[in-house]
Protein backbone atom coordinates (compact mmCIF):
# COMPACT_ATOMS: atom_id res chain seq x y z
CA UNK A 1 0.00 0.00 0.00
CA UNK A 2 1.00 3.58 -1.14
CA UNK A 3 2.60 5.06 2.37
CA UNK A 4 -0.09 7.63 4.13
CA UNK A 5 0.70 11.77 3.33
CA UNK A 6 1.60 13.25 6.61
CA UNK A 7 -1.66 15.68 5.99
CA UNK A 8 -4.05 12.94 6.46
CA UNK A 9 -5.70 11.86 9.29
CA UNK A 10 -7.82 8.74 8.24
CA UNK A 11 -7.60 6.45 5.24
CA UNK A 12 -11.69 5.97 4.60
CA UNK A 13 -10.86 4.04 1.20
CA UNK A 14 -7.50 2.06 0.05
CA UNK A 15 -6.77 1.44 -3.58
CA UNK A 16 -8.19 -2.13 -2.92
CA UNK A 17 -11.53 -0.44 -1.94
CA UNK A 18 -11.42 1.83 -4.93
CA UNK A 19 -10.56 -1.16 -7.18
CA UNK A 20 -13.49 -3.23 -5.89
CA UNK A 21 -16.54 -0.06 -5.67
CA UNK A 22 -15.34 1.01 -9.23
CA UNK A 23 -15.19 -2.94 -10.69
CA UNK A 24 -18.70 -3.43 -8.95
CA UNK A 25 -20.25 -0.20 -10.55
CA UNK A 26 -18.70 -0.64 -14.00
CA UNK A 27 -20.35 -4.42 -13.74
CA UNK A 28 -23.43 -2.41 -13.23
CA UNK A 29 -23.47 -0.02 -16.17
CA UNK A 30 -22.09 -2.56 -18.97
CA UNK A 31 -24.93 -4.58 -18.01
CA UNK A 32 -27.28 -1.34 -18.06
CA UNK A 33 -26.36 0.18 -21.32
CA UNK A 34 -25.95 -2.71 -23.42
CA UNK A 35 -26.81 -1.76 -27.01
CA UNK A 36 -27.13 1.77 -26.18
CA UNK A 37 -25.06 4.95 -27.34
CA UNK A 38 -23.05 5.54 -24.13
CA UNK A 39 -21.46 8.90 -24.08
CA UNK A 40 -19.39 9.51 -20.39
CA UNK A 41 -18.94 13.10 -19.48
CA UNK A 42 -16.98 13.60 -16.74
CA UNK A 43 -16.99 17.01 -14.87
CA UNK A 44 -13.45 18.11 -14.51
CA UNK A 45 -11.30 18.41 -12.48
CA UNK A 46 -11.81 15.70 -9.60
CA UNK A 47 -13.48 13.25 -11.79
CA UNK A 48 -11.05 12.74 -13.92
CA UNK A 49 -9.37 9.77 -11.49
CA UNK A 50 -12.70 7.99 -11.37
CA UNK A 51 -13.76 8.41 -15.00
CA UNK A 52 -10.62 7.03 -15.85
CA UNK A 53 -10.73 3.91 -13.86
CA UNK A 54 -14.69 3.82 -14.31
CA UNK A 55 -13.90 3.81 -18.44
CA UNK A 56 -11.75 0.74 -18.36
CA UNK A 57 -14.17 -1.26 -16.22
CA UNK A 58 -16.92 -1.05 -18.71
CA UNK A 59 -17.20 -3.13 -21.52
CA UNK A 60 -18.85 -1.47 -24.13
CA UNK A 61 -18.24 0.90 -26.82
CA UNK A 62 -17.93 3.98 -25.05
CA UNK A 63 -17.70 7.67 -26.41
CA UNK A 64 -15.87 10.62 -23.59
CA UNK A 65 -16.19 14.14 -22.68
CA UNK A 66 -15.49 16.13 -20.67
CA UNK A 67 -16.93 19.64 -18.85
CA UNK A 68 -15.47 22.51 -16.14
CA UNK A 69 -17.78 23.81 -13.67
CA UNK A 70 -17.01 26.02 -10.79
CA UNK A 71 -18.49 25.84 -7.58
CA UNK A 72 -16.34 25.71 -4.57
CA UNK A 73 -13.00 27.92 -5.64
CA UNK A 74 -10.63 26.63 -3.53
CA UNK A 75 -12.55 26.42 0.00
CA UNK A 76 -14.19 23.94 1.64
CA UNK A 77 -17.89 25.82 1.91
CA UNK A 78 -20.30 25.23 -1.44
CA UNK A 79 -20.63 28.96 -2.88
CA UNK A 80 -23.61 28.49 -4.95
CA UNK A 81 -22.67 29.75 -7.45
CA UNK A 82 -22.14 27.45 -10.84
CA UNK A 83 -20.34 28.49 -13.96
CA UNK A 84 -19.79 26.68 -17.32
CA UNK A 85 -15.90 27.36 -17.84
CA UNK A 86 -15.64 24.68 -19.95
CA UNK A 87 -18.42 23.29 -22.10
CA UNK A 88 -18.87 19.52 -24.84
CA UNK A 89 -17.15 19.49 -27.55
CA UNK A 90 -19.65 16.12 -28.79
CA UNK A 91 -23.23 16.70 -29.49
CA UNK A 92 -25.30 14.32 -27.15
CA UNK A 93 -28.80 14.48 -28.72
CA UNK A 94 -30.53 11.46 -28.73
CA UNK A 95 -27.21 9.88 -26.89
CA UNK A 96 -27.34 8.14 -23.63
CA UNK A 97 -25.12 10.02 -21.50
CA UNK A 98 -24.15 9.46 -18.16
CA UNK A 99 -22.75 11.81 -15.97
CA UNK A 100 -19.77 10.96 -14.01
CA UNK A 101 -18.93 12.82 -10.94
CA UNK A 102 -16.13 12.35 -8.00
CA UNK A 103 -18.36 13.59 -4.78
CA UNK A 104 -22.18 14.48 -4.60
CA UNK A 105 -22.80 17.12 -1.44
CA UNK A 106 -25.37 19.00 -2.00
CA UNK A 107 -26.31 18.20 -5.31
CA UNK A 108 -26.25 22.13 -6.57
CA UNK A 109 -23.71 21.75 -9.45
CA UNK A 110 -25.02 18.78 -10.66
CA UNK A 111 -28.58 19.74 -10.68
CA UNK A 112 -27.42 22.69 -12.58
CA UNK A 113 -25.56 20.98 -15.29
CA UNK A 114 -28.21 18.07 -15.35
CA UNK A 115 -31.10 21.14 -16.83
CA UNK A 116 -28.43 22.48 -18.98
CA UNK A 117 -27.67 19.04 -20.62
CA UNK A 118 -31.00 18.15 -20.57
CA UNK A 119 -31.84 20.59 -22.65
CA UNK A 120 -29.51 19.05 -25.61
CA UNK A 121 -32.38 16.32 -25.97
CA UNK A 122 -30.51 13.59 -25.21
CA UNK A 123 -31.59 10.04 -25.41
CA UNK A 124 -31.32 9.80 -21.26
CA UNK A 125 -29.35 11.26 -18.51
CA UNK A 126 -28.17 9.71 -15.51
CA UNK A 127 -25.44 10.81 -12.81
CA UNK A 128 -22.73 8.10 -11.43
CA UNK A 129 -21.18 9.66 -8.27
CA UNK A 130 -18.14 8.09 -7.01
CA UNK A 131 -18.97 9.62 -3.26
CA UNK A 132 -22.57 10.10 -2.17
CA UNK A 133 -22.06 12.76 1.06
CA UNK A 134 -26.22 12.37 1.74
CA UNK A 135 -26.43 12.96 5.67
CA UNK A 136 -29.41 13.37 7.72
CA UNK A 137 -31.50 16.47 7.94
CA UNK A 138 -30.03 16.90 4.72
CA UNK A 139 -30.43 15.46 1.07
CA UNK A 140 -28.51 15.99 -1.97
CA UNK A 141 -30.68 18.18 -4.69
CA UNK A 142 -30.68 15.19 -7.73
CA UNK A 143 -30.13 11.38 -6.74
CA UNK A 144 -27.98 9.42 -8.84
CA UNK A 145 -28.33 6.72 -10.69
CA UNK A 146 -25.05 4.62 -9.34
CA UNK A 147 -23.61 5.41 -6.37
CA UNK A 148 -20.04 4.20 -5.37
CA UNK A 149 -20.16 4.50 -1.71
CA UNK A 150 -21.95 6.75 0.78
CA UNK A 151 -19.25 9.08 2.87
CA UNK A 152 -19.24 10.69 6.07
CA UNK A 153 -19.99 14.48 6.53
CA UNK A 154 -16.36 15.38 6.42
CA UNK A 155 -14.39 17.11 3.89
CA UNK A 156 -12.14 14.47 1.87
CA UNK A 157 -9.16 14.37 -0.38
CA UNK A 158 -7.15 12.27 -2.67
CA UNK A 159 -8.19 10.20 -5.53
CA UNK A 160 -9.00 13.49 -8.08
CA UNK A 161 -10.40 15.09 -4.68
CA UNK A 162 -8.29 18.20 -3.93
CA UNK A 163 -7.91 20.84 -1.21
CA UNK A 164 -6.67 23.95 -3.10
CA UNK A 165 -5.73 21.88 -5.94
CA UNK A 166 -3.55 19.34 -3.94
CA UNK A 167 -3.80 15.71 -3.21
CA UNK A 168 -5.70 14.91 -6.14
CA UNK A 169 -3.22 12.38 -6.50
CA UNK A 170 -3.12 10.47 -3.53
CA UNK A 171 -4.11 6.93 -5.27
CA UNK A 172 -6.28 6.63 -1.51
CA UNK A 173 -9.60 8.97 -0.36
CA UNK A 174 -8.89 10.51 3.13
CA UNK A 175 -10.04 13.12 5.48
CA UNK A 176 -7.62 15.73 5.99
CA UNK A 177 -6.00 16.95 9.06
CA UNK A 178 -8.25 20.16 10.44
CA UNK A 179 -5.05 22.23 10.90
CA UNK A 180 -3.98 22.02 7.28
CA UNK A 181 -7.12 23.98 6.09
CA UNK A 182 -7.67 25.94 9.41
P1 LIG B 1 -22.25 20.04 -4.39
O1 LIG B 1 -22.71 21.02 -5.43
O2 LIG B 1 -22.84 18.66 -4.60
O3 LIG B 1 -22.47 20.55 -2.99
O4 LIG B 1 -20.67 19.95 -4.49
C1 LIG B 1 -20.09 19.29 -5.53
C2 LIG B 1 -18.61 19.58 -5.67
O5 LIG B 1 -18.03 20.15 -4.49
C3 LIG B 1 -17.85 18.30 -5.91
O6 LIG B 1 -17.86 17.93 -7.26
C4 LIG B 1 -16.48 18.66 -5.36
O7 LIG B 1 -15.74 19.33 -6.35
C5 LIG B 1 -16.77 19.60 -4.22
N1 LIG B 1 -16.82 18.89 -2.92
C6 LIG B 1 -17.92 18.58 -2.17
N2 LIG B 1 -17.58 17.91 -1.06
C7 LIG B 1 -16.23 17.79 -1.09
C8 LIG B 1 -15.27 17.16 -0.21
O8 LIG B 1 -15.55 16.58 0.84
N3 LIG B 1 -13.97 17.23 -0.60
C9 LIG B 1 -13.57 17.84 -1.75
N4 LIG B 1 -12.26 17.84 -2.03
N5 LIG B 1 -14.44 18.43 -2.60
C10 LIG B 1 -15.75 18.40 -2.28
MG1 LIG C 1 -16.87 17.29 -9.00
MG1 LIG D 1 -12.26 21.13 -5.55
Known amino acids: MASQHPDIEKVLFTQ?????????????ITRDYAGKDLVLIAVLRGAVVFMGDL??????????????VSSYGDGVKS???????????????????LIVEDILDSGLTLKYLMKNLESRKPASLEVAA????D??????AITPKYVGTHCPDAFVVGYGLDYAERYRNL???????PEVYS
Do not use: C, H, Q
Open 171 to 177: PYLGILK
Open 55 to 68: MRKIELPTNIDFMA
Open 16 to 28: EDIDGIVSRLGEE
Open 135 to 140: VEDRTS
Open 79 to 97: SGIVRIIKDLDIDIRGRDV
Open 130 to 133: FLWK
